[in-house]
Each structure stands twice: as C-alpha cells, then as structure tokens.
C-alpha cells in the first residue's frame, strides 16, 4: 500500500510536470477526429443529437417508456445517455492508448502514465458538448433551472477518478493481452443494458436493483439525474455514496498496480 501510494504522488507530479506536453497531446487527440473532415468540430453536436434522436426514437415513440413525474423522456434519457457515453468513449480509447503509441512508448524517456489521462481529457472535450446539448433541452422544454446544476461536477468528478483507475487497468492489460480491447467492447456493450439508462431502476424487484447499485455508473447516472432534474443533493444518497467510492478506490488502487507493475515491459512487448 505504501508503494501505491508513492506511486500515486509521484503520478500526481508527471502530471503536473508533464502538463504542457499533455495539453499538446490532447488538442492533437481531438484535431485528429476531424482530419479530412469538411463539418469539423460540429460532428461533436451531431454526433450526440443524432444518438438522442434515435433512442428518443425508439423508445418514446415506439415503446412508450415514460419516466415517473411526468419528466419529459428526452431530458430524462439525455441526462443518462450523458454519462454513459463518455465513460463509454473514455474506457474504449484508453484501452488501446499503449499499445497505439508504442512509438512514444519505445522512448526511454516518455512517461507512459500519461496516455491514458490524455485520452480521457480529450473525451470530456465531447461531453461537455453533450452536456450543452442537456442544457439546452432543458430550456427548451421549459424546465426549472437551479443551483443544483453545480453538483454536476461532483459527480463529473466521481466519473474521472473511475475512468482513471479503469483506463490505467485495461490499457496495462492490452498491452500483453490483445485480447482484452476486444473483451472491453463486449462488456461495454452489456453494461449499457445493465445500467438504467433509458429505464428506471425502480421498475426491477428489490433484489434485483440491490445487485444493479453496485455497478458505479449506476451512480453517476443516477447523479446527473438528480443534478439537473429532481435536484436531490447527492449527500442524501450515503449508501450509495458508499458503495461507489468504496469500489472505485479498489479500482483505482488495482489500476494503478497493474499499471506500475507492467510499464517497466511496455516497450519490450510493443
């Protein structure tokens, strides 16, 4: 423990060192989306509008889910699609963030710790697109708008310190086992139907949603909910609060071990 956390401080001090080259890293991640591109940066307001439309889509108009207190589906379903998105974007490119730049792995002087916090910056560029995309449906639909919108970055928080621990583990793994960005596609894709967000939790029996709370996106998801539509403050959720940092500081701790014990191999495997 004592060594991870020697670790983590000096992970901290990289990152502070290293600062200008990962603001150089992530404006060229973000460039390099839209190379040859004729609309650019509109595709971050395109993309997003375009996944809103079709799950609004499919589920309000042709399954004719509707959420409890008369929220209207396409802010309630936003709010959660937010979220999951971006941890979605963040854990899908920070698995390949080593092994994609074996180039600058292979220097003996690069620190490799920062790949994966430069995919994750470069990711939350996109978000807080999809989050003016919110906002702005929250308007339109004549909404209430509150302080509480200010809790987003606690829970904005919550999700980078779980990327973080997350982005360190699968990007280590891939570098020995290419095998495992193919497994973290699959299991994205199952977390997104188990993770309520264009259902409500509350429609599965007690059990049941017991076993879904301890997924920590649940959390989040739940978190950006409450910020920006019921306004309930997020101490009031304890256990929960709980449960999330209690799994996500395990993952951090795991990430950043795995991390540490196979970057001295980077290179020779890559």
Same mark, same amino acid.
Request: proline share 4%.
């Given at each position: 423990?004592?060594?991870?956390?020697?670790?983590?401080?000096?992970?901290?001090?990289?990152?502070?060192?290293?600062?200008?080259?990962?603001?150089?890293?992530?404006?060229?991640?973000?460039?390099?989306?839209?190379?040859?591109?004729?609309?650019?940066?509109?595709?971050?307001?395109?993309?997003?509008?375009?996944?809103?439309?079709?799950?609004? $889509? =499919?589920?309000? *108009?042709? @399954?004719? &889910?509707?959420?409890? %207190?008369?929220?209207?589906?396409? +802010?309630?379903?936003?709010? !959660?699609?937010?979220?999951?998105?971006?941890?979605?974007?963040?854990?899908?490119?920070?698995?390949?963030?080593?092994?994609?730049?074996?180039?600058?792995?292979?220097?003996?002087?690069?620190?490799?710790?920062?790949?994966?916090?430069?995919?994750?910056?470069?990711?939350?560029?996109?978000?807080?697109?999809?989050?003016?995309?919110?906002?702005?449906?929250?308007?339109?639909?004549?909404?209430?708008?509150?302080?509480?919108?200010?809790?987003?970055?606690?829970?904005?928080?919550?999700?980078?310190? $779980? =990327?973080?621990? *997350?982005? @360190?583990? &699968?990007?280590?793994? %891939?570098?020995?086992?290419?095998? +495992?960005?193919?497994?973290? !596609?699959?299991?994205?894709?199952?977390?997104?139907?188990?993770?309520?967000?264009?259902?409500?939790?509350?429609?599965?029996?007690?059990?049941?949603?017991?076993?879904?709370?301890?997924?920590?996106?649940?959390?989040?998801?739940?978190?950006?909910?409450?910020?920006?539509?019921?306004?309930?403050?997020?101490?009031?959720?304890?256990?929960?609060?709980?449960?999330?940092?209690?799994?996500?500081?395990?993952?951090?701790?795991?990430?950043?071990?795995?991390?540490?014990?196979?970057?001295?191999?980077?290179?020779?495997?890559?």
């Amino acid at each position: 423990m004592r060594v991870l956390g020697e670790y983590l401080i000096n992970l901290f001090r990289i990152i502070f060192a290293e600062r200008y080259l990962i603001s150089v890293m992530t404006k060229s991640a973000v460039a390099d989306q839209y190379v040859g591109s004729f609309l650019g940066f509109l595709w971050n307001f395109i993309n997003p509008l375009a996944r809103i439309f079709i799950f609004w $889509l =499919v589920f309000s *108009l042709g @399954f004719k &889910v509707q959420p409890k %207190n008369d929220v209207p589906f396409v +802010v309630w379903l936003t709010a !959660g699609m937010a979220a999951w998105f971006v941890f979605s974007e963040i854990i899908s490119s920070t698995s390949s963030a080593i092994v994609s730049n074996s180039h600058l792995i292979k220097k003996v002087l690069f620190p490799s710790q920062i790949l994966p916090i430069v995919q994750i910056i470069a990711s939350l560029v996109s978000h807080f697109v999809f989050m003016l995309i919110l906002l702005g449906l929250i308007v339109f639909m004549g909404m209430p708008v509150s302080y509480y919108f200010l809790q987003f970055f606690y829970y904005l928080f919550c999700l980078s310190i $779980l =990327v973080l621990g *997350l982005s @360190f583990l &699968v990007s280590a793994l %891939n570098a020995f086992i290419r095998d +495992v960005g193919q497994g973290v !596609g699959v299991i994205l894709q199952i977390g997104f139907w188990a993770t309520p967000v264009f259902w409500d939790i509350e429609m599965m029996p007690q059990k049941i949603q017991a076993i879904l709370k301890l997924n920590p996106m649940f959390y989040i998801v739940q978190g950006y909910r409450d910020s920006f539509i019921y306004f309930v403050p997020f101490w009031s959720r304890p256990d929960e609060m709980m449960v999330f940092w209690g799994m996500t500081l395990i993952l951090l701790l795991t990430g950043i071990a795995v991390f540490m014990k196979l970057q001295p191999q980077f290179a020779d495997v890559l």
